[in-house]
């Protein structure tokens, strides 16, 4: 008996799947790719956003604050008005923006009389940390009318170096 080739080509040639194989590859490294780097660039701009939020979030409690005080105050406990923390006079309280030791956070202290003595009642940290800051007076701090501060923000391992801000903010209360 003769055998029998069918020509019936009811399937794919080994070319063939070798050749779509390779198209899906190419296909797969490309989203890959793509996602890859979104996904980087997201984080990167979380990042960015929070830290713009946070020094956002700074810039408003200070101007905030100031503009409720009643003016500088020369100081309190060990708490002294200068170009590395001011000390405003709120109601009867103060309120104390700067540095606490050697962390490099701006934090907010609020202080207020209580039996004669006085005691800190809160402290905020704000989470962000930073390489300067100072406190500029349009006069000596105990005659200032405006307040201005002018932070660094510390870089975070970041390539680029960090751009200064400043918050001024006018005494209203006197």
């Not at 794919?12 to 779509?20: A, G, P, R």
């Amino acid at each position: 008996m003769k055998k029998r080739y069918s020509t019936n080509k009811a399937g794919y040639t080994l070319i063939e799947m070798l050749y779509y194989g390779a198209i899906l590859a190419i296909v797969v490294n490309l989203a890959a790719g793509a996602f890859i780097s979104s996904s980087r660039l997201f984080a990167y701009s979380t990042k960015a956003l929070d830290r713009m939020q946070v020094l956002d979030e700074i810039g408003r409690d200070f101007a905030a604050t100031v503009r409720k005080s009643s003016g500088v105050s020369e100081g309190v406990m060990n708490y002294r008005s200068g170009s590395d923390q001011v000390v405003l006079e709120v109601g009867d309280e103060y309120i104390v923006f700067g540095r606490l030791g050697d962390k490099p956070q701006l934090n907010r202290l609020v202080i207020a009389e209580e039996d004669g003595d006085y005691q800190v009642k809160a402290i905020e940290s704000y989470r962000r940390e930073l390489e300067d800051i100072e406190f500029i007076y349009d006069a000596s701090p105990t005659n200032a009318r405006l307040v201005s501060l002018s932070l660094v923000p510390g870089n975070d391992g970041r390539k680029n170096k960090a751009v200064p801000q400043k918050f001024s903010a006018a005494i209203r209360g006197r």
